[in-house]
């Protein structure tokens, strides 16, 4: 009787469907999918920042040359006296970048040419004189000024960017190579006078002078690095935002600061 039952209870389970949950194995649970950022893409931004122009030493060349050969510069180093200062400015810009990005996996490297359209203009003038009793039986006095003036109308950068792919998400920094077009205007003048105080009747010596230096759609270059996120929408349209660093090294030292947003294509 046992045997018959053993027997019909084997019958019974060879009949049934072969469902997973009867032999007890494990799914491999939820799947999640991953986006390819690899490939050509475009797009473009609007953005909002703030430049700072040192000033400081932009009128130090053209003073050097008009008082050379001059005593008094020889003794007193007049041309490298504090003339000029710094300016802050902020302004908006729109642009575009396209880049090319290599994925393995969720690790990503690109490279992208990155635009921007806006108006930086900064400008400073400053003045100094000083008497000195020099040469012998002399006293001479040295005025000079300068002023300067810098606008940057188109810059970006040309950069190699790192990135790590989170879904549809993708942080990335970045350094390179900046680019920028700016009109730098620079003057300089110098009154130097010589006041006989001897008792020989020697006579009085003047001299004045200036120069100018103007310099329209000047190309500038410095150095770039930020950081920014990526984020995927739908079928390679993906949103950007982003915080850009630009250093430009020129007759007057600049550095930008940008928050840029926009909308890219992936294709």
């Known amino acids: 009787m046992a045997v018959m039952c053993g027997a019909a209870a084997g019958a019974q389970a060879a009949d049934m469907p072969d469902l997973p949950i009867l032999r007890g194995s494990f799914t491999d649970g939820l799947s999640r999918s991953s986006v390819n950022w690899s490939g050509v893409y475009v797009g473009g931004h609007v953005s909002h920042g703030a430049a700072d122009m040192d000033f400081t030493n932009s009128g130090q060349d053209l003073l050097a040359k008009l008082l050379n050969n001059l005593d008094l510069e020889s003794q007193f180093n007049i041309s490298q006296w504090p ?52 040469p012998t039986d002399y006293i001479s006095t040295a005025r000079v000024s300068s002023s300067a003036s810098m606008k940057i109308t188109d810059y970006g950068s040309l950069r190699v960017r790192g990135g790590y792919a989170i879904d549809s998400f993708l942080p990335y920094g970045f350094v390179g190579v900046a680019m920028g077009q700016a009109n730098i205007n620079r003057r300089a003048d110098a009154n130097i006078d010589y006041l006989y105080v001897g ?41 950007r935002a982003e915080w ?20 890219g294509y992936k294709f």
């Not at 290599?102 to 003045?127: C, D, K, P, R, V």
């Not at 200036?210 to 993906?238: C, E």
């Open 199 to 239: 008792t020989q009747g020697l006579p009085n010596y003047s001299a004045a002078g200036f120069l100018t230096d103007n310099a329209n759609s000047k190309f500038i270059t410095g150095f770039a690095g930020g950081l920014g996120i990526d984020m995927m929408l739908y079928a390679g349209l993906f949103l």
């Open 83 to 134: 003339l000029l200062g710094k300016s802050h400015m902020q302004s908006s810009g729109y642009g575009g970048f396209v880049g090319y990005n290599f994925q393995w996996s969720e690790a990503l490297i690109g490279i992208e040419l990155n635009y921007t359209h806006g108006n930086f203009f900064g400008a400073n003038s400053g003045s100094q004189g000083r008497s000195f009793q020099y």
């Open 244 to 263: 850009e660093y630009l250093r430009f090294t020129s007759s007057v030292d600049t550095t930008v600061n940008t928050v840029r947003a926009g909308l």
